[in-house]
């Protein structure tokens, strides 16, 4: 981000990088910079996040934040600067090579589709199947149940998702990422009032909380 408009991390992000056991940092970015044409909407970004904690990028419109999370997506690419994950240096052609490493973004339109249930969408593209090639429909709603549960949720994971509220079906899109053995799960723009108990159990007066007022 330009320099005159931070975007940094917090120190709170600073001391869990400390505390990180093996000392790489799950997530690490290094001078990451990109312009467009008449602007330089990240300039030298660099920031490190470890393994289960959670953050939040704040900052100004422009500031460079949506850059930075298409960066991380693979939807862009910088000009300069890394990316690393677990240590290793990464560079994303495309969105699906980001998830292929591990990084999940979940944008403010979801992407789940309305008609299918719960645990069709968690597992949307790679249901689980049995020796016989067919669905193995109990597996799948068993771990849907178990991925919603790490978000705090405990839905009917057959009921199709568009009878669930927006809340619950943000819900839904998280443990979806998370299921995918996300490493990085970038979440842009969460709604104020976050409806996860993990995200929301943070102190809200923490700069790191989604909820903070
Ligand atoms: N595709 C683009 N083409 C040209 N300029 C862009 C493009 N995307 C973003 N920008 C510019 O880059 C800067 C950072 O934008 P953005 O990352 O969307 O900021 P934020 O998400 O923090 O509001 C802004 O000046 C914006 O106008
Ligand atoms: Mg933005």
């Not at 408009?5 to 990451?32: C, F, I, K, T, W």
């Not at 419109?61 to 890394?82: C, F, M, Q, R, Y």
């Not at 299921?179 to 108990?197: G, I, L, T, V």
Request: one cysteine or more; a neutral charge.
């Amino acid at each position: 981000m330009l320099a005159h408009n931070p975007v940094s991390p917090s120190s709170a992000a600073a001391e869990a990088v400390r505390d990180n056991h093996d000392g790489a940092p799950e997530l690490q970015l290094d001078s990451v910079t990109k312009s467009y044409p008449g602007v330089q909407a990240l300039k030298g970004v660099s920031f490190s996040v470890s393994r289960g904690s959670i953050h939040a990028l704040a900052g100004q419109n422009g500031a460079g934040k949506s850059t930075l999370v298409k960066i991380l997506s693979g939807a862009e690419s910088p000009d300069g600067g890394t990316i690393r994950l677990g240590g290793e240096l990464q560079r994303f052609r495309d969105p699906m090579d980001a998830q292929r490493a591990g990084i999940h973004t979940i944008y403010q339109e979801l992407s789940l589709v309305p008609s299918l249930s719960v645990a069709e969408n968690i597992f949307l593209g790679q249901l689980p199947r049995r020796a016989g090639a067919s669905v193995d429909w109990q597996r799948m709603q068993a771990e849907a149940r178990t991925a919603l549960d790490r978000v705090g949720f405990d839905l009917d994971v057959r009921r199709p998702v568009a009878s669930y509220s927006t809340a619950e079906q943000q819900a839904v899109e998280l443990a979806k990422a998370l299921h995918k053995d996300a490493r990085s799960c970038s979440w842009m723009n969460p709604p104020p009032r976050c409806p996860c108990p993990m995200l929301s159990g943070c102190s809200p007066s923490s700069a790191l909380c989604p909820n903070k007022a």
